[in-house]
């Protein structure tokens, strides 16, 4: 079988990891690597000596796939051309800026018979991939999500630059409805909400805290996840896996919790050492980007839905959306004197809706 032909459209960061990345995957080659900016295209040609081009159109007849990763907003547009012009297509997260663009992507890949994987990398993550083997049903989430000040992806707020990979992780756990969505954030810095909270509940019964800032002093990536068989938390970052299941005795109440009374030290050792023992799951170390490329590679050749299709994609960015709006019913002006808000004293942007921020995007 002949390689794929693969254009990477965007040369920053994101794509040059891409680019990089592509000369390890099987069934592959990386053709064409496209950008506007003179200066990322000269850079990537030395880096990987294949052509550039300003404009991704001018090379769409030299491919069979592309990777974007290219500025979000430009996601649309971009992923609409190739789709349209029949090639396969791997899109950075999120799919699109808004969830009408994001539903009408992966109905043109479905009606195109065309692969669309969506770049939410975390899934791939070992740990996270390792939680199937834990066995948890899960029934509640939290989790945070923190970064230092990006100096890129500004084009978007946080909820879909960081929030949106834990959002696709929860979407990932249940195949239910999401029944009700309540959120709140803040402008810090850009135009944007920098930081933001939001709680999701679901028909089926999941509920889902999750936190999110791209301003925080030390960086986050951290998932906890609970449900009747156990408990298990998640670094992303490590990355690393750990769980504490429950013993029979204790789910059946089999124990006298009468002897906690008595000896309340001594019971809490005795608990988790024979009751809520805890285990550190055993990770093999993985380049979840390089398996996200191999997954995308495989999807086109066998014609198997990639671990994250286009619904998937769409289906987080319709939350997100949500999010945004639930975020803008709370919009407020941060008017309280300096002692009272801290390091957030110079604040005094208010949150406007979502959809007024697009526009002027």
């Known amino acids: 079988m ?30 064409a690597i496209s950008d506007p900016i003179e200066a990322a295209r000269e850079n990537a040609a030395k880096l990987f000596d294949v052509p550039t081009f300003a404009d991704y159109r001018d090379c769409i007849d030299q491919i069979d796939a592309a990777v974007i990763a290219a500025p979000t907003d430009a996601h649309a547009e971009i992923a609409t051309t190739l789709l349209k012009a029949g090639k396969h297509l791997l899109v950075e997260k999120p799919l699109a800026t808004t969830a009408a663009d994001a539903d009408k992507l992966a109905m043109l890949a479905a009606s195109r018979r065309l692969t669309l994987q969506v770049g939410h990398v975390e899934r791939f993550n ?95 990536r951290q998932m906890q996840v609970y449900g009747c068989g156990g408990f298990a938390e ?29 000896n309340p030290l001594g019971y809490a050792d005795e608990l988790f050492a024979d009751h809520l023992q805890l285990e550190t799951k055993q990770l093999e170390s993985r380049n979840a980007i390089l398996d996200e490329l191999h997954d995308f590679v495989i999807s086109i050749q066998s014609g198997i839905s990639p671990t994250v299709s286009g619904l998937a994609g769409a289906r987080a960015v319709t939350i997100a959306e949500r999010i945004l709006d639930s975020i803008a019913q709370r919009a407020w002006y941060a008017e309280a004197a300096p002692s009272e808000i801290g390091p957030l004293a110079s604040v005094r942007r208010r949150i406007e809706a979502p959809r007024r921020l697009r526009k002027a995007a």
């Open 2 to 31: 002949s390689r794929l032909r693969v254009a990477v459209i965007g040369a920053g960061h994101l794509g040059r990891i891409h680019s990089k990345l592509l000369g390890s995957v099987d069934g592959a080659q990386l053709v």
């Open 126 to 220: 070992p740990a996270f991939t390792a939680l199937g083997d834990i066995g948890v049903d899960v029934k509640y989430v939290e989790a945070v999500r923190a970064s230092r000040f990006p100096g890129r992806c500004l084009d978007v707020g946080v909820v879909m630059d960081l929030m949106i990979h834990d959002i696709d992780l929860v979407c990932s756990m249940t195949d239910a409805a999401v029944a009700d969505v309540s959120a709140s954030g803040l402008a810090v810095v850009s135009d944007h909400e920098d930081l933001a909270e939001a709680r999701l509940e679901f028909a089926c019964g999941l509920v889902a805290n999750l936190k999110a800032s791209r301003v925080s002093p030390a960086p986050a």
């Open 234 to 262: 998640i670094d992303f970052s490590g990355p690393a896996l750990h769980a504490v299941r429950p013993s029979e005795s204790l789910v059946d109440r089999a124990f006298d919790l009468d002897q906690a009374t008595d």
